[in-house]
C-alpha cells in the first residue's frame, strides 16, 4: 500500500521546496481541508497519497510563478497579495 504514497520530504525534493514550506501550506485552509483526507500517518511518518500530492504540486508552482512574474515585471505587491508573496518569499530562504 505504501507504493501508492509519499513522505511530506519526498514531495518536497520533487517540486525543490523545503519540507517546512510544505507543512506550511497543509496546515492553512483550504489546502488543509481538502487534504486531511489524503494523509496518512503509519509508524508516525505522515504520507500522502497521490491524489494529495496532485493538490500540492500545483499550489506550490502558482506560488513561485507568482513571484517570479512580479519580479519580472516589477509589480508592486497589493493587500492580500503582498502577504502571500512575502510570506512565500521567507518560507523559501
Do not use: C, W
Amino acid at each position: 500500500m505504501k507504493e501508492n504514497l509519499k513522505t511530506i520530504s519526498q514531495i518536497a525534493k520533487e517540486i525543490d521546496i523545503s519540507e517546512q514550506e510544505i507543512r506550511k501550506y497543509i496546515k492553512q485552509e483550504p489546502l488543509n481541508k481538502v487534504l486531511s483526507q489524503h494523509i496518512q500517518k503509519i509508524d508516525g511518518v505522515e504520507y500522502i497519497d497521490n491524489k494529495g500530492k496532485e493538490f500540492i504540486k500545483p499550489l506550490i508552482n502558482d506560488m513561485k510563478a507568482l513571484e517570479t512574474f512580479m519580479e519580472t515585471n516589477e509589480i508592486e505587491y497589493g493587500g492580500a497579495l503582498k502577504k502571500i508573496a512575502q510570506d512565500f518569499k521567507k518560507n523559501k530562504k
